[in-house]
């Protein structure tokens, strides 16, 4: 096994130290040794050390209540510790081991493309053209607190500081003080949350990550794209071109959550206008420092006027502008009157006069001096605009078909939702060629209605530049988009929106090309859209619904045949992946998952969910987020012109067998089971998630209801806490097995050899089993799962152990993750820290529960916290810490 870099060690035992001089500071020497002690415990317990099992565990269950608090909140920090230290060695290694990295850079794919046989001009075309979105969404699976999230960046910074060689003894002393001061305010300060996030805050974290990280990233990758593209086609990028765009769902997704009202949605349109002007005023004020250059064009003469520096009198009157817009949004946000004369709006004003000073400062031959800091704010301009972030809406299609059906009821002319399909397309279509309002200004809707239509104004107040898309969720039938269009244009919208059907369970994928050919063959649709139609896939909810391999193969098909339809109509298809960070909800190294796409289905536009702490671990920190975008783009790129073969009809056929199983194996258990859901609630922390102040969406859609009603974040973040990572697996066990008893074993290992979509699928059932661990999933069982119930628990935990086996067995390997040593290791350093949060875990959530069932703090002094409080506080930090050591949540 692979060992740790020793410059990554050396970080992470440094701020090991730095936490340990707290510990002992506070809470003490007793509770520093009682850690240490533990930790010995678990590193002997992995070492599988006579009788260690048994001290780890007594040493854990004999903690006093008072001791809980202080030992989990050590073990989860030394873990965010760890993670950050990994996260700045990913940058580090880019900078100075490049020969180490796993990305592979642009100029390298491009050049392999050449050698392939695509022309360079091909290429250029491509890339101008290219469109790949991020969409941040709010999904609730960052569990680290911003507070501490701008420390852990701040730490970042001075681990850098301490990488250089030439540094003054005083020089390093400051640096390792400041270092020193940092892992104090991380120990002492709250690791959880109290009060969930508003969807506001949700929108203000999403813009942080912009503010601190992609604005920096963002034009330093466009300028190295620009690099590459002239290196391999012998011309760059075009001055407008925006390869990366990106989006969010922070404030508009509306879809179960009713904290996101139409207000919300206004204020974070207006809090994206502020930011965004605040930053460009940083840029345009120092750009005015720099620009002080006399020689200029006669454009830019006659725009200026007469004066000595051109440069700064048109970047002084943007200057004055963007304070005008900055005023302008804050007041808008406060509710107080607001003067919107002279401010900036749409992109044009912006990107206006700095294109102007860019044109100027070509002609007059200072090109070194336009392609410094101007290109990259121009870059900015054109790819955050000045609303800063596309905000996209999602609603379910119910809500929309009630908003119509309440005003087709008020003109009388019948009952909408009882309708058939025909009758709605084709009323829905008249009213769409149709001038007149549908309804009087006067009339009043029901209160949901009217909420539905007040969201429909504010997206019609907006810019283009500010929107993405319009999801809906539960879409199905062409009338689910036409109404939202109708509903749109009665609230005032004068330019068509891309309007974005979601499929997300087994029956919606399979039906998902069927709709979207009954949507194009409605010819005003299509003239509406301009041919570029978007679709969403959703991961998540398909494989909560039917298990990973089936939801995979069915995501594959429902791809493909989406592809085919969409090119029979001679309409460009976008595919809008809505994937979790997990495994389980569609995850997985980005790189892989692209290249593992149907082949014409990355066709140069891709958009992808990101969320939770997979933005912070992707796009954190600026270096970070550079190597993201790098790797993402050398994706999509590849994945467009030279996209892997269509798979031999023999792969279909058993991929077709192995769902078969696998879908009915997985059902029987979480569907049929009648000991499941009890099991589940018993065995995992599910039922205490809901005290961990996440996001601002509740856990479950309906405030009633089973496993059926759960989110599918819960869902996953549940069996990740207790490691049987049974989402991820379940089904694949009984497929794989019965592929060997059949004889398929070859058949599969040529689909792993040649098909990257299948290569891909194992290779991330293999990660997700390395993550599992069946003594602990075991020890949950013992300690808080009823004698009647543990026989499902140990049913599940063979096949997982067999699952195992059979990835092992068809990938040749004696250990799993034999390929992926840095990963296999990453997971064995954490483990000592990650174990004594999980037996802690168990005993907390068992004693939580005899508190709950058995609530009397008789006699307890009103001025002291309850000791049951402290025991949910730690709990608390248990789940916060395991999630840190598992990398991801939900």
């Known amino acids: 096994m692979a060992e740790l870099h020793p410059e990554l060690r050396e970080n992470v035992r440094l701020l090991g130290e730095l936490l340990g001089e707290n510990i002992r500071q506070y809470p003490g020497e007793e509770i520093y040794q009682l850690i240490e002690e533990i930790r010995a415990a678990a590193k002997a317990d992995r070492r599988q050390e006579s009788g260690s099992g048994q001290r780890l565990v007594s040493l854990l269950s004999n903690l006093r209540d008072d001791q809980m608090l202080p030992v989990t909140r050590a073990f989860n920090q030394f873990l965010n510790l760890a993670n950050l230290a990994e996260q700045y060695h990913g940058v580090r290694r880019k900078r100075d081991h490049e020969s180490d990295l796993m990305v592979e850079s642009l100029a390298d794919v491009f050049e392999r493309l050449k050698s392939a046989g695509v022309a360079p001009q091909e290429i250029h075309r491509k890339v101008s053209d290219l469109r790949i979105e991020f969409v941040l969404t709010a999904h609730p699976t960052e569990v680290a607190r911003r507070t501490l999230i701008m420390k852990y960046d701040e730490i970042s910074g001075c681990l850098a500081g301490l990488d250089h060689d030439d540094l003054l003894p005083p020089e390093r002393d400051e640096i390792m ?152 949004a804050e007041a808008m946000i406060n509710d107080e009157p607001a003067d919107n ?280 920190l600026p270096r970070l987020a550079e190597q993201s975008l790098t790797l993402y783009t050398t994706a999509v790129v590849e994945a467009t012109l030279a996209p892997p073969p269509a798979p031999d009809p023999e792969w279909r056929a058993v991929m077709d067998w192995l769902t078969e199983r696998s879908l009915k194996a997985y059902r029987d258990v979480v569907r049929e089971s009648p000991d499941f859901v009890p099991y589940f609630r018993q065995a995992t922390p599910e039922q205490a998630l809901g005290k961990l102040a996440l996001g601002s969406r509740p856990a479950k859609r309906k405030a009633s209801g089973g496993v059926e009603s759960l989110r599918a974040i819960p869902w996953i973040f549940a069996w990740t806490q207790m490691r049987l990572m049974l989402p991820s697996w379940l089904g694949s066990d009984v497929a794989l097995a019965d592929a060997e008893k059949a004889g398929k074993m070859p058949v599969l290992q040529d689909m792993r050899q040649n098909w990257p979509f299948f290569r891909t699928y194992i290779d991330m059932l293999e990660m997700v089993l390395a993550k599992a661990d069946l003594r602990i999933a075991s020890y949950y069982d013992q300690t808080l799962v009823e004698p009647g119930l543990q026989h499902l628990g140990a049913s599940l935990r063979e096949r997982l152990s067999e699952c195992i086996e059979q990835v092992k067995a068809l990938k040749n390997q004696q250990v799993l993750l034999e390929d992926e040593p840095v990963f296999a290791q990453s997971m064995k350093v954490r483990s000592p820290y990650t174990d004594p949060l999980h037996y802690l875990q168990a005993e907390l959530l068992r004693r939580d529960r005899e508190a709950e069932a058995n609530i009397s703090v008789e006699g307890a002094d009103a001025e002291v916290v309850p000791v049951p409080e402290l025991l949910e506080q730690a709990l608390k930090v248990t789940m916060a810490g395991i999630a840190a050591g598992m990398r991801n949540t939900g």
């Open 177 to 328: 003080d400041r270092l020193r001061q940092l892992v104090a305010e991380a120990w002492h300060t709250d690791e959880i949350r109290h009060e969930r996030p508003t969807a506001v805050d949700e929108a203000k974290w999403g813009f942080a990550v912009i503010e601190n990280s992609l604005w920096q990233a963002l034009p330093r990758f466009l300028r190295g794209l620009d690099h590459a593209l002239t290196g391999a086609t012998g011309d760059g990028l075009p001055l407008a071109a925006t390869p990366i765009r990106i989006a969010s769902w922070m404030g508009g997704d509306r879809d179960g959550n009713p904290n996101v009202t139409h207000k919300v949605t206004r204020s974070v349109f207006l809090l994206g206008r502020w930011m965004a002007a605040d930053l460009y005023l940083r840029d345009v004020q120092a750009l005015r420092s720099e620009l002080s250059m006399w020689q200029a064009s006669d454009e830019l003469r006659a725009e200026a006027g007469e004066c000595r520096e051109p440069y700064r009198e048109i970047l002084g009157r943007l200057r004055e502008a963007l304070i005008r817009t900055r005023d302008w």
């Open 341 to 620: 004369k002279g401010i900036l709006f749409e992109n044009e004003d912006l990107t206006g006069p700095l294109e102007l000073c860019y044109r100027s400062l070509i002609d007059c031959g200072l090109e070194t001096i336009a392609n410094g800091p101007l290109l990259d704010t121009i870059r900015r301009a054109h790819t955050f605009g000045l609303p800063l972030i596309r905000l996209d809406i999602r609603q379910e299609a119910s809500r929309h078909a009630e908003a119509v059906a309440e005003m087709v009821d008020y003109l009388g002319e019948g009952n909408y939702l009882e309708w058939p399909e025909a009758r709605r397309q084709d009323f829905l279509l008249r009213e769409l060629q149709g001038r007149r309002p549908l309804v009087p200004r006067d009339w009043q809707p029901s209160e949901p209605v009217r909420e539905v239509l007040a969201t429909c104004e504010v997206v019609a107040g907006q810019t283009p530049e500010a929107l993405g898309s319009y999801v809906i969720s539960m879409a199905s039938k062409p009338s689910d988009v036409l109404s939202v269009i109708l509903l749109l244009r009665e609230a005032g919208m004068k330019y068509p929106l891309r309007i974005v059907p979601l499929f997300e369970t087994l029956d919606d994928l399979r039906g998902a090309p069927a709709s979207m050919e009954a949507l194009y063959k409605v010819d005003w649709y299509r003239q509406y859209c301009g041919d570029q139609q978007e679709v969403m896939i959703g991961y998540s909810d398909s494989s909560k619904d039917a298990g990973q391999m089936m939801a995979a193969w069915a995501q594959y098909q429902a791809q493909e045949q989406l592809t085919e339809v969409a090119s029979r109509f001679g309409v460009h298809l976008t595919l809008f992946h809505g994937r979790g960070g997990t495994v389980g909800r569609g995850g997985g190294p980005a790189n892989r998952a692209i290249l593992s796409q149907p082949p014409g289905s990355v066709n140069g536009s891709f958009r992808i969910t990101e969320q939770g702490e997979m933005i912070r671990f992707k796009f954190g």
